[in-house]
């Protein structure tokens, strides 16, 4: 294996479309990556919002959201795939002996996991839970080859995730912010650079 095929792995990285990219979904989206293997990739869109904000969700899923802090915050758009169902992000609870506390959850390298069970939900609503949650109706998966190929035709910038810019962040300024952890502004990227 030569040094330029050795693999990448965009675990617990940002994707950020870049400004050419004219895709409903993807357009100006910032895709937090969750699992990236040889097999394939996984990750969360973090800034497109649904219209429904989590006491809603949690209300159709007969649970009764009791957390104030969350009551503003909305259900994203986490992509195209499985958009029924639902994903957590959320930082690592340590069950003990690296078990997470909840029954279906990925552990991402960098200290985050993501769990689709509804115990997480659950917890959240009796108050308790992760302190800072995202959460996400469907996700982004790309097959074998699919994510490094899409990155080659130049639709995707990478960068080393920030959870701050996944919890604290407004959803507004995610795209600007994610750029700008690669020192770029998207302006610098436009398609229409150049003409007069």
Known sequence: MTADSAPINLTNHFLIAMPGLNDELFGRSVVF??????????GLVINKPSDILLPGLFAKVDLVLGRDDL??????????????RGFVLHEAIDAGEGESVYASTLSIPGGLEMT????????IASGAGPRKVFVSLG??????????????ENSWLTVAA??????????S???????GLLGLAPWMLSPDAGHA
């Open 139 to 152: 996700y982004a998966s790309w097959g074998e080859g699919q994510l490094e190929s899409e990155i080659t």
């Open 71 to 84: 009551r503003d915050q909305p259900v994203f758009q986490g992509g195209p795939v499985q958009t029924e």
């Open 116 to 123: 689709t069970s509804r115990d997480v939900l659950e917890a």
């Open 33 to 42: 990556m969750c699992e990236h293997s040889e097999r394939g990739a996984l």
């Open 162 to 171: 920030d959870p701050a810019l996944i919890f604290d962040t407004p959803v």
């Open 173 to 179: 300024q995610r795209y600007e912010k994610a750029m």
